[in-house]
């Protein structure tokens, strides 16, 4: 079963008349500026809107506009996004605002390509920006659109392969160019809608997010369930195809919490390592779970001897790998030359941007009287 023009038409009008009506208030939904949505856009990627609000919020306040982020100290932009995870995000959002200042004068770009043109924006954030400030015809797919399109057309295949994905993006491209020019939509205040295209866009994504889910959908209450081939033919959790599911490869690391009075040893992550510029307790990568942990510390402070304890284990995952820390902790009577981390009391590592899965130690710690 395809999507006509004809049918893409009358899509379109049915989310127009319902969105104005079910958009949720989100501090970023009260702006047109595209450097706020911009901001909220690369925050919500991955994560969900409660979570993101308090962050966007702080950011906000802190960093209100390009030109405030471009000059911000590192430090303080991955303090802002402490928690929210993949902080390569957070630097090009950063590198993205200096070649604002530089190459654009300050002002955010206008045009979808322009704005594509930034670090860190792909096509999906380009579009989003474009039609969400500006009202450009520009089409948006996420994971929310692509359930609600691969649902209505009944489209089979794997909607990241590239026939599937580019026929996906057609028909986004082709709901939204159909109400350029169109009618007015205006949502309850203090919600603001930059136009149709804008409204077309927002109201494709929430209605992926709160109706179209991606379990048990609630067809009955769809302002497109007249249109839809999946809920018609009764399957619309057959959509879309499944991906097959990555290999889960564990990983386990041994991990010290290292204390001289009131000081702990902590480490800065290297350029070019995941979290990059973040703060640690040193810790190292094992082949097993049951690495001896004073073998392992070897590597890291070479002749230390210190009596270690168990402290805790730490499990979190990354993408496809199950990660598992084993954290130690040992007292020393003095500091260990040369190890080319630093000593900070805990107020002061609380200040740092810290890598998040050991952030939960600090508790432990209080708890311990530090
Ligand atoms: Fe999704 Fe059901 Fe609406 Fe179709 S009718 S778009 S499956 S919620």
């Not at 997010?209 to 959790?237: S, Y």
């Not at 290297?270 to 392992?296: I, K, L, M, Q």
Request: overall charge positive; glycine content about 8%.
């Amino acid at each position: 079963m395809g999507l006509s023009p004809a049918k893409l038409s009358r899509i379109a009008g049915a989310i127009l008349d319902w969105f104005p009506d079910h958009a949720r208030d989100m501090p970023w939904r009260r702006t047109l500026d595209p450097y706020g949505v911009w901001i909220s856009e690369i925050m919500l990627q991955q994560t969900q809107v409660k979570t993101v609000i308090p962050y966007w919020n702080r950011w906000m306040r802190r960093l209100p506009d390009a030109a405030k982020l471009a000059r911000a100290r590192e430090a303080t932009v991955l303090k802002l996004w402490e928690g929210l995870g993949y902080y390569s995000r957070a630097r090009n959002a950063q590198k993205a605002a200096q070649m604002i200042v530089t190459e654009h004068g300050g002002r955010f770009p206008r045009s979808r390509e322009l704005i594509e043109s930034l670090p860190g924006i792909g096509r999906y954030t380009a579009g989003a920006i474009a039609s969400i400030a500006y009202d450009e015809p520009a089409p948006i797919l996420d994971g929310n659109v692509i359930r609600v399109l691969t649902r209505l057309g009944m489209i089979p295949g794997d909607p990241k392969g590239k026939e599937v994905n580019a026929t996906l993006w057609e028909l986004a491209g082709q709901l939204v160019e159909g109400v350029a020019d169109g009618r007015g939509v205006r949502p309850a205040p203090p919600l603001k809608f930059a136009g149709a295209c804008s409204a077309l866009n927002q109201g494709l994504m929430e209605l992926g997010a709160t109706v179209c889910l991606p379990a048990k959908p609630a067809c009955l209450l769809c302002p497109l369930r007249e249109h839809c081939a999946a809920a018609q033919a009764g399957r619309a959790e057959d959509f879309p195809s499944k991906a097959k599911k990555p290999v889960i490869t564990p990983r386990h690391f041994c991990t010290y919490v290292l204390r001289v009075g009131d000081v702990y040893l902590v480490s800065q992550r290297g350029e070019d390592e995941v979290n990059a510029g973040f703060w640690e307790f040193p810790n190292r990568e094992t082949d097993s779970a049951e690495a001896d942990p004073r073998e392992v510390i070897e590597h890291l402070l070479p002749g230390l001897t210190v009596e270690l304890r168990p402290l805790r284990v730490i499990r979190h995952s990354i993408t496809r790998y199950r990660m598992t820390q084993r954290v130690f902790f040992g007292e020393l009577k003095r500091r260990p030359r040369n190890t080319g981390m630093r000593w900070c009391r805990l107020d002061e590592i609380r200040g740092l941007p810290f890598v998040s899965a050991q952030r939960r130690l600090f508790k432990d710690l209080e708890a311990a009287g530090s």
